[in-house]
């Protein structure tokens, strides 16, 4: 199997639909930008629709590489197919859960901010995770901090938004380091395994998590290692099996092998507990967040206005109180001194 096949079977149907997910928002922001809003929302659907096609014609074009080039061959005998597909089925139900019940408080954000936020986040996280520390021999790589820059634009802007932009950071690692063999075990290393990265923020509007950030950045980035690792296993056991070392089963060596997800996750969670730390990091980031933060109604910043209009109410009535006091008593006054002229 030569590389021209491979690219010929996965590469360009890959790179079509990120070009497709990049370039689509990149004219959604600057439309977006003009303020034009019924536009920015009709381009929203067409590049929706054009990333769905984009991913439909990715998966066929993997199974007819499965089918033409990888099951031939005999070298990687026993995929559980059903298997897999089982688990890329949990897994899916598991971010539809995150994106439509545990991530609707992350919604009243501007789109055009989120965006460029995004797409500088995007660019840091694969920027980094060419600084490799250490490649496993069937794929898998600790970098240095590659996750971080997606952890902190969830907590940031909320696990909807994460769950998209780790998804296509998934498409781009397929590209920068291709190990695929199937299109269900490409789904479970690359897409729904980074996805999970977007749940990093899931615990930011959650009670007392709210007043210590670093403890929901610390959990909510454990959150997420996790979920990405239960993805990479279930492709290990059911798509790698066959390349268990001796004295392992195939469930142990997939448990085993890719433990390396949270040595991975472990460098970006250790090094943005530092940042949360500091206060003045937190501040900014709450503030960069806000500035984006609207209205659901009218499309107005609402960075506490309720209680700054509640507390102008407040000082009004006050106002208005002493000043009637004022008047009662002046009109007092001047009784008594017409009372004493008569």
Same mark, same amino acid.
């Given at each position: 199997?030569?590389?021209?096949?491979?690219?010929?079977?996965?590469?360009?149907?890959?790179?079509? $639909?990120?070009?497709?997910?990049?370039?689509?928002?990149?004219?959604?922001?600057?439309?977006?930008? #003009?303020?034009?809003?019924?536009?920015? !929302?009709?381009?929203?659907?067409i590049v929706g629709v054009l990333l769905l096609l984009g991913i439909i014609a990715t998966v066929v074009c993997?199974?007819?590489?499965?089918?033409?080039?990888?099951?031939?061959?005999?070298?990687?005998?026993? &995929?559980? $197919?059903?298997?897999?597909?089982?688990?890329?089925?949990?897994?899916?139900?598991?971010?539809?859960?995150?994106?439509?019940?545990?991530?609707?408080?992350?919604?009243?954000?501007?789109?055009?901010?989120?965006?460029? /936020?995004?797409?500088?986040?995007?660019?840091?996280?694969?920027?980094?995770?060419?600084?490799?520390?250490?490649?496993?021999?069937?794929?898998?790589?600790? #970098?240095?901090?590659?996750?971080?820059?997606?952890?902190?634009?969830?907590?940031?802007?909320?696990?909807?938004?994460?769950?998209?932009?780790?998804?296509?950071?998934?498409?781009?690692?397929? &590209?920068?380091?291709?190990?695929?063999?199937?299109?269900?075990?490409?789904?479970?290393? /690359?897409?729904?395994?980074?996805?999970?990265?977007?749940?990093?923020?899931?615990?930011?509007?959650?009670?007392?998590?709210? !007043?210590?950030?670093?403890?929901?950045?610390?959990?909510?980035?454990?959150?997420?290692?996790?979920?990405? /690792?239960?993805?990479?296993?279930?492709?290990?056991?059911?798509?790698?099996?066959?390349?268990?070392?001796?004295? /392992?089963?195939?469930?142990?060596?997939?448990?085993?092998?890719?433990?390396?997800?949270?040595?991975?996750?472990?460098?970006?969670?250790?090094?943005?507990?530092?940042?949360?730390?500091?206060?003045?990091?937190?501040?900014?980031?709450?503030?960069?967040?806000?500035?984006?933060?609207?209205?659901?109604?009218?499309?107005?910043?609402?960075?506490?206005?309720?209680?700054? &209009?509640e507390d102008n109410n407040s000082k009004d009535y006050e106002t208005k109180v002493v000043e009637d006091e004022?008047? !009662?008593?002046?009109?007092?006054?001047?009784? !008594?001194?017409?009372?004493?002229?008569?």
């Open positions: 199997m030569s590389d021209f096949t491979l690219i010929n079977y996965l590469f360009w149907p890959i790179l079509a $639909t990120l070009l497709v997910a990049i370039v689509g928002a990149a004219v959604t922001l600057a439309v977006s930008a #003009t303020g034009h809003k019924k536009a920015a !929302k009709f381009l929203k659907i993997m199974s007819l590489y499965y089918k033409n080039e990888i099951e031939p061959s005999g070298d990687y005998e026993g &995929i559980n $197919t059903v298997a897999m597909a089982v688990i890329a089925v949990i897994l899916f139900a598991v971010i539809i859960v995150f994106y439509f019940f545990l991530g609707k408080k992350h919604n009243d954000y501007n789109d055009t901010r989120t965006i460029a /936020y995004g797409a500088i986040s995007l660019a840091l996280s694969y920027a980094l995770s060419y600084a490799a520390l250490f490649k496993m021999p069937q794929g898998g790589t600790i #970098t240095f901090v590659s996750l971080l820059p997606l952890m902190i634009y969830s907590y940031m802007f909320g696990i909807r938004r994460g769950l998209i932009l780790g998804f296509i950071y998934g498409i781009l690692q397929a &590209i920068q380091d291709p190990w695929i063999i199937h299109p269900i075990q490409f789904l479970l290393d /690359y897409p729904l395994a980074f996805a999970m990265i977007g749940v990093a923020g899931v615990f930011k509007e959650i009670g007392l998590f709210k !007043k210590v950030p670093i403890l929901a950045f610390v959990l909510g980035g454990i959150l997420a290692v996790v979920l990405r /690792y239960l993805s990479h296993v279930g492709s290990g056991i059911f798509a790698f099996g066959m390349y268990a070392e001796e004295g /392992y089963t195939a469930v142990a060596w997939g448990f085993l092998y890719n433990t390396f997800a949270f040595a991975d996750g472990a460098i970006a969670i250790a090094l943005g507990s530092l940042l949360f730390a500091s206060r003045s990091f937190v501040t900014q980031v709450l503030d960069k967040a806000a500035e984006g933060k609207v209205g659901r109604k009218k499309g107005v910043q609402i960075e506490d206005e309720p209680e700054e &209009i004022n008047v !009662k008593e002046s009109e007092s006054v001047e009784d !008594k001194d017409t009372t004493a002229e008569d």
